[in-house]
């Protein structure tokens, strides 16, 4: 079984400060992908980042990147030059590409950026 | 236009009650999942469905069941709605079109009450 551990129930960074947001997972299959959601306090899910288990180069989108280090099953999500509208809840997310698929979450961090 | 659309926004219902909360996508993704939302917890899958011949039972499927209309359409339906069904639901599609990547894209979320 899959299992995603956020350990940041919440975090709180200045604005234009980069931020780290931990992501451990549990798995023993060898071929996955990890993912990133960002909730909004309007409530959408919105997908920021996607990582594949035999991907050698860490993701990046815009002023997300995503530090995967297989050997220690983390994935950080990192926002640089954080920004006001980067406040809301954040969750990890895996899906084993064996078995059933299903896509397992995080229980989230909530993220505030101070002006 | 929203990709994955989700019908009732918002619904508050009494203990015993049937609710069907209706799920439409224009992404022409062939797999669609409901998952439920509480305070405190990320996101749990309840059904998916991998095409429309194609059902399966989530992590918490237990007084729920879903019909897939179309590849369009997926409808969560609450047969008898108690109080600890209050949550808020998402729907979801992803597009196995490529190996590895699968990303769900979630529509707005439905809040619903149940008293």
């Known amino acids: 079984a899959q299992k995603i551990t956020q350990t940041q129930p919440g975090m709180f960074v200045q604005e234009k400060e980069a931020v780290t947001l931990d992501c451990t997972y549990d798995t023993s299959d060898q071929s996955y992908g990890l993912f990133w959601y960002k909730q909004p306090s309007s409530g959408e899910m919105i997908f920021l980042i996607y990582q594949g288990s035999y991907d050698e180069q860490n993701a990046t989108e815009g002023r997300y990147s995503l530090n995967f280090q297989k050997a220690r099953k983390s994935a950080n999500l990192v926002i640089s030059a954080s920004q006001l509208g980067d406040s809301a809840m954040y969750f990890c997310a895996m899906r084993s590409f064996q078995g059933a698929q299903k896509l397992v979450f995080g229980q989230g961090t909530r993220l505030t950026i101070n002006p | 236009d929203a990709d994955v659309t989700q019908t009732p926004r918002n619904r508050i219902t009494k203990t015993g009650k049937r609710i069907m909360l209706e799920c439409s996508q224009t992404?022409?993704?062939?797999?669609m999942y409901w998952y439920r939302q509480d305070p405190g917890l990320g996101l749990r899958l309840i059904y998916y469905s991998f095409d429309v011949k194609d059902i399966n039972k989530g992590e918490i499927s237990d007084g729920y069941s879903v019909s897939r209309q179309a590849q369009a359409k997926f409808s969560l339906s609450l047969e008898s709605a108690i109080p600890n069904q209050t949550a808020l639901y998402f729907c979801?599609?992803?597009?196995?079109?490529?190996?590895?990547?699968?990303?769900?894209?979630f529509g707005p979320g439905t809040r619903l009450t149940v008293l």
């Open positions: 992404k022409g993704h062939d797999r």
């Open positions: 979801a599609t992803s597009d196995n079109d490529r190996v590895g990547t699968d990303t769900q894209y």
